[in-house]
């Protein structure tokens, strides 16, 4: 696993951990879900700016770090705020998000807010699996403001070879089996594995 995708990987460890000593048992599950349906949620607002501005071929930055700062703010001014009231609405209602399927979703948390260690699990690690991948993406989008094309800036954060037409999801898909794979254990791969329930 690349460097920045481990750095993403500890970051929503570290989220987890903080959200497990603020939470009580019944309530952990539920906060873990809703925020891995925030981070797609916004993803999905995100990605029609990402590929209309970040893959046009201009080299607007010289700078890598510039790029993702510049990435990161426009995420805080102008989505955030957008996709807040959608979230809960999205958790509830909502069928598909990428490479989730909401109905099986949803019932996994319940599973996991009355006990049941292996869903909380899979709750847990399709978190760490979606805010890792959304990152990537995040890091993709700075590398199209340095001027690489969509493919060559995927190319940077992974080991994925994709058409430069890839439709969004597919991508997004392509790069989850990409952090599942590159995973630090056996077991976490096993959890992963029971994520395939959820996909588009």
């Known amino acids: 696993m690349n460097a920045y995708a481990e750095s993403m990987l500890k970051t929503s460890k570290s989220k987890l951990l903080g959200w497990r000593k603020r939470y009580d048992a019944a309530e952990y599950p539920r906060k873990v879900a809703i925020n891995t349906v925030y981070e797609l949620v916004l993803l999905e607002a995100i990605w029609p700016w990402i590929e209309e501005h970040c893959f046009n071929g201009e080299a607007l930055f010289d700078s890598l770090e510039d790029a993702r700062y510049f990435v990161q703010e426009t995420k805080l001014r102008t989505y955030i705020p957008e996709v807040h009231p959608q979230v809960m609405p999205a958790f509830a209602n909502r069928d598909r998000l990428p490479n989730i399927i909401m109905q099986d979703y949803r019932q996994c948390v319940l599973q996991a807010i009355t006990g ?23 890091l993709c989008a700075a590398f199209g403001l340095t001027g690489l094309a969509r493919d060559e800036a995927i190319g940077r954060v992974s080991e994925l070879v994709v058409g430069s037409n890839e439709n969004f999801v597919n991508l997004y898909t392509m790069l989850n089996l990409t952090v599942q794979i590159e995973f630090e254990n056996s077991l976490q791969l096993k959890v992963f594995a029971a994520t395939l329930k959820f996909p588009r």
Not at 117 to 129: D, F, K, P, S
């Open 116 to 138: 049941d260690t292996e869903a909380l699990e899979v709750i847990e690690n399709t978190y760490l699996m979606h805010f890792t991948s959304t990152y990537l993406l995040y």
